[in-house]
């Protein structure tokens, strides 16, 4: 790397994580096969990747990660210490991650964070730059994904173990690789990669906003622009 060289951060939480109680929030964990495409898209615009974490995670395929030499296996590296942990996270061009703590560091030093595959939790994300979208949540009783109408309202906002959406009858659904990929063009400040329907992506972080509001959820940020109009037919009540 070059001293001017930028580089993103990547945090993807994996089973290996998920160990004794922290079993129980199984539910933050993502498969990094996802993430494949936003690798690629990172390297061929001339970030360096680095995918932080612990050593229990599996290995990316560096085959499907475009330019590979521009990937850092970080989590699994002899190099890797709690300093190098602080330095990277301090000085990325952005903080991408999955439900996990380690975003926290990189928000301390006023890092750009885009947060991925969360679920929507009263209070979180904390800062209102933040660019993020959640999983979807299918509900087994509705046979239908929920509208946001739906959950703001409900418990679910503090659901933060597992049993509490196997209790409420919710499949959460991990975000797609194309949602992923424009959730970090737009926190990067990049064109969506296709057209967007821009009206139904403004009514669906309208909507959001004012739920939120309503029900003094206490979330900041916005919803990914893409995500926001991808899913509007399924987070918004029928017109």
């Known amino acids: 790397m070059r001293d ?4 993103i951060c990547l945090h993807v939480r994996s089973a290996g994580f998920c160990r004794g109680r922290d079993a129980a929030q199984r539910f933050r964990n993502t498969a990094l096969e996802s993430y494949y ?8 615009e001339g970030y360096w990747v680095f995918r932080m974490g612990d050593p229990s995670m599996p290995p990316p395929d560096l085959a499907q990660c475009g330019h590979r030499e521009r990937v850092i296996d970080y989590a699994q590296s002899d190099k890797k210490s709690p300093e190098l942990d602080l330095a990277l996270c301090a000085q990325c061009a952005l ?13 301390s030093f006023g890092r750009l964070v885009c947060e991925i595959n969360h679920t929507i939790y ?39 173990h597992h049993f509490h959406f196997d209790r409420a009858g919710i499949s959460l659904i991990p975000n797609s690789p194309d949602a992923i990929v424009d959730t970090v063009r737009e926190a990067l400040g990049a064109s969506p990669h ?15 906003e004012q739920l939120n509001a309503r029900y003094d959820r206490g979330i900041s940020g916005k919803l990914g622009r893409y995500f926001s109009a991808k899913y509007a037919g399924q987070l918004l009540p029928p017109q």
Not at 4 to 7: E, V
Not at 133 to 156: A, C, F, M, N, T
Not at 194 to 208: E, L
């Open 194 to 208: 296709a057209p967007i329907k821009r009206d139904d992506a403004d009514r669906t972080r309208q909507a959001f």
């Open 37 to 44: 495409p936003l690798i690629q898209f990172l390297t061929e």
């Open 95 to 107: 903080f991408a991650s999955s439900s996990s703590g380690l975003h926290s560091i990189a928000h």
């Open 122 to 160: 009263a209070g979180f994300p904390w800062h209102g730059s933040d660019i993020s979208i959640p999983q979807l949540y299918h509900s087994q009783k509705e046979g239908r994904v929920l509208r946001l109408d739906e959950i703001l309202p409900s418990d679910l906002v503090y659901a933060d």
């Open 4 to 7: 001017d060289d930028r580089y």
